[in-house]
C-alpha cells in the first residue's frame, strides 16, 4: 500500500529550474503548490516573471501564491550588501537571503499553508540530514547554502540536484506551452544587480572618491578609483605606474580610501578566521577536518577547522590558498556533503 505523499511548496521563480521542479515532484505523486516571492523593487520583472509563474501552475494545475517580503529582503539582504561593501569587504548577499529568506520566512509560510515539504531549483541533493553537492559541476550550488538553519533540512527536497542544466533544459522544450523557458535568459547572481554592484552602491554611498595604492611596506606606489571598486585578490582597475610586476589587491582601507597591493605570493593565505559559524554536524568536538571553499568557483582545499567562543573558529590549511576575501563565505566540505561554514574575517 502506497503511503500518500505530503504537500509540497516550490518557490517558483518563473524560470526552467523553479518549473521542471514542480514537473518532477508531480510525477512523483507529491501535492503541489507553487510560491514567487517578491523581493527586490524592480516592478517590471516582477509582473513578468508573475506572468510565467502563473502559466506555468495554470499548465500544472496547482495551487500558486506571490509572497511580498520586499521590506524584509531589504533590511536583511539589501542594506547589509551595502553596508559591507562600505566597510571595505566583499559580500554574499545569496547566502544572507537563502537563510533568512528563501528556507527563512518561505518555509514558514509553506508550514501555514500545512506543506510539508518545500522545494527548490536548486542544484543540489538532500537526504533529510545534510545537503550535498548537485551531480552538475557546473551548477552545484550547495555553496550557498552553508548558512541556513539545520532544523529545516528534514523538510527540503531538491529534485534537480542529480540533473545536468542542460538535460532539465531539453526537458522544458518537450512542453510547447513552456519550451520557451529553454531559452530564457540565466537570471542574474544576485537578483537585484542588473549590471554591475557599482550601479547599486552608487544609489546610497559616494563610490568614486580617488585614494591611494601601498605597497605592503606602506610606501605611496599608486592611485585608485575609490575602495568599493575593489575586492581582495584583483589585479585591475588601480594604477602602479612604476611597477613591472603584476599586483594584487590584499588589503583593503576604508578609514582611509587606501589599497594595500602585493605579488601573489603576498596575498595567499594559510590561515584565516571566520564569525557566525553555522554547522550541521551534531557533535563537532572542538575541531575537525574537512575541505573548504573560500569562494564559489574555487576548487575545495583541505583544511583543520579549530572552533572558539561566540560562533567564530580559525582555518588552517594544508596550503596557501589565493585572494581569501573578507566577508565572502567559506563552505566545509567531507567529500559532496556539505558540513556548513561561515563568514570570513
Given at each position: 500500500m502506497?503511503?500518500?505523499?505530503?504537500?509540497?511548496?516550490?518557490a517558483?521563480s518563473?524560470?526552467v529550474d523553479s518549473?521542471?521542479?514542480?514537473?518532477l515532484?508531480?510525477?512523483?505523486g507529491?501535492?503541489?503548490e507553487?510560491c514567487?516571492m517578491?523581493?527586490h523593487?524592480n516592478e517590471?520583472m516582477h509582473e513578468?516573471?508573475i506572468?510565467?509563474?502563473?502559466?506555468?501552475a495554470?499548465?500544472?494545475n496547482i495551487?500558486?501564491?506571490?509572497?511580498?517580503?520586499?521590506?524584509?529582503?531589504?533590511?536583511?539582504v539589501y542594506q547589509p550588501?551595502?553596508?559591507i561593501?562600505?566597510q571595505?569587504?566583499?559580500?554574499?548577499?545569496?547566502?544572507?537571503c537563502?537563510?533568512l529568506?528563501?528556507?527563512?520566512?518561505l518555509?514558514e509560510?509553506?508550514?501555514?499553508l500545512?506543506?510539508?515539504?518545500?522545494a527548490t531549483?536548486?542544484?543540489v541533493k538532500?537526504?533529510?540530514q545534510?545537503?550535498?553537492q548537485?551531480?552538475d559541476?557546473?551548477?552545484?550550488?550547495?555553496?550557498f547554502?552553508?548558512?541556513i538553519?539545520p532544523?529545516?533540512i528534514p523538510?527540503l527536497?531538491?529534485?534537480?540536484?542529480?540533473?545536468?542544466?542542460?538535460?532539465?533544459?531539453?526537458?522544458?522544450?518537450d512542453?510547447?506551452?513552456?519550451?520557451s523557458?529553454?531559452?530564457?535568459?540565466?537570471?542574474s547572481?544576485?537578483c537585484?544587480v542588473?549590471?554591475?554592484?557599482?550601479?547599486?552602491?552608487r544609489?546610497?554611498?559616494q563610490?568614486?572618491q580617488p585614494?591611494?595604492v601601498?605597497?605592503t611596506s606602506g610606501?605611496?606606489?599608486?592611485s585608485h578609483?575609490?575602495?568599493?571598486?575593489?575586492?581582495v585578490g584583483q589585479r585591475?582597475g588601480?594604477?602602479v605606474?612604476?611597477?613591472?610586476?603584476?599586483?594584487y589587491?590584499?588589503?583593503?582601507?576604508?578609514?582611509?580610501n587606501e589599497l594595500v597591493v602585493?605579488t601573489?605570493?603576498e596575498?595567499?593565505?594559510?590561515?584565516f578566521?571566520v564569525?557566525?559559524l553555522n554547522?550541521?554536524?551534531p557533535?563537532?568536538g572542538?575541531?575537525f577536518?574537512c575541505?573548504v571553499k573560500?569562494?564559489?568557483r574555487n576548487?575545495k582545499?583541505?583544511a583543520?577547522?579549530?572552533?572558539?567562543?561566540?560562533?567564530?573558529?580559525t582555518?588552517?590549511?594544508?596550503r596557501p590558498?589565493?585572494?581569501?576575501?573578507?566577508g565572502?563565505?567559506?563552505?566545509?566540505y567531507?567529500?559532496?556533503?556539505?558540513?556548513?561554514g561561515?563568514y570570513?574575517v
Amino acid at each position: 500500500m502506497n503511503v500518500p505523499r505530503k504537500k509540497v511548496l516550490v518557490a517558483m521563480s518563473g524560470g526552467v529550474d523553479s518549473s521542471m521542479t514542480t514537473k518532477l515532484l508531480l510525477e512523483q505523486g507529491y501535492p503541489v503548490e507553487g510560491c514567487y516571492m517578491k523581493l527586490h523593487g524592480n516592478e517590471q520583472m516582477h509582473e513578468q516573471n508573475i506572468a510565467r509563474v502563473e502559466r506555468v501552475a495554470r499548465y500544472f494545475n496547482i495551487p500558486w501564491h506571490v509572497l511580498d517580503r520586499q521590506d524584509l529582503f531589504h533590511q536583511s539582504v539589501y542594506q547589509p550588501f551595502i553596508d559591507i561593501y562600505s566597510q571595505g569587504q566583499t559580500p554574499n548577499p545569496c547566502t544572507f537571503c537563502n537563510r533568512l529568506i528563501k528556507f527563512g520566512t518561505l518555509f514558514e509560510f509553506a508550514r501555514e499553508l500545512d506543506c510539508h515539504h518545500l522545494a527548490t531549483g536548486h542544484y543540489v541533493k538532500c537526504d533529510g540530514q545534510y545537503i550535498y553537492q548537485g551531480d552538475d559541476p557546473g551548477k552545484d550550488q550547495s555553496y550557498f547554502l552553508f548558512n541556513i538553519e539545520p532544523r529545516i533540512i528534514p523538510h527540503l527536497l531538491f529534485p534537480l540536484g542529480s540533473w545536468r542544466k542542460s538535460d532539465v533544459k531539453a526537458m522544458a522544450a518537450d512542453i510547447p506551452l513552456l519550451a520557451s523557458l529553454a531559452t530564457q535568459k540565466e537570471s542574474s547572481e544576485i537578483c537585484f544587480v542588473e549590471d554591475s554592484y557599482i550601479d547599486v552602491l552608487r544609489e546610497h554611498l559616494q563610490v568614486d572618491q580617488p585614494g591611494k595604492v601601498l605597497d605592503t611596506s606602506g610606501n605611496v606606489v599608486g592611485s585608485h578609483r575609490g575602495y568599493m571598486h575593489y575586492t581582495v585578490g584583483q589585479r585591475k582597475g588601480f594604477d602602479v605606474p612604476l611597477s613591472h610586476t603584476a599586483l594584487y589587491v590584499k588589503q583593503i582601507l576604508p578609514k582611509t580610501n587606501e589599497l594595500v597591493v602585493g605579488t601573489r605570493e603576498e596575498i595567499n593565505l594559510q590561515r584565516f578566521a571566520v564569525r557566525d559559524l553555522n554547522l550541521f554536524l551534531p557533535d563537532p568536538g572542538q575541531e575537525f577536518t574537512c575541505e573548504v571553499k573560500v569562494r564559489y568557483r574555487n576548487p575545495k582545499a583541505p583544511a583543520r577547522v579549530l572552533l572558539g567562543a561566540g560562533g567564530s573558529a580559525t582555518i588552517e590549511l594544508e596550503r596557501p590558498e589565493y585572494a581569501i576575501a573578507p566577508g565572502q563565505a567559506a563552505a566545509f566540505y567531507e567529500g559532496t556533503r556539505l558540513l556548513g561554514g561561515g563568514y570570513i574575517v
